[in-house]
């Protein structure tokens, strides 16, 4: 796991990538505050729940923020972002 936040853009703030391994949940966009491990909708490593949203309908897409574990949330746009990068690891 990693242990170095994330920056805006999604680069690691010291290990020079990105942990896709890193455990993660997927929440619906519109919870929030600090039981959100209790409204998970499903849990994985950071690459699997970012190719998830991108397999669900277009117009579900934004409905779904990922909270990587230790670090922040990422909302539609960052996740998009994320999945078209160089190193994102195929499915």
Known sequence: ????????????????????????SLLRAEDSGLDYQLEAVRRGTFADLIAFVMTLPADQQKNYVIQKSGDRRFNFDEICALSRRADFPAP
Not at 4 to 24: A, K, L, Y
């Open 1 to 24: 796991m990693s242990s170095n936040p994330t920056t805006f853009q999604g680069e690691s703030g010291g290990s020079g990538g990105i942990d896709w391994n890193d455990s993660s």
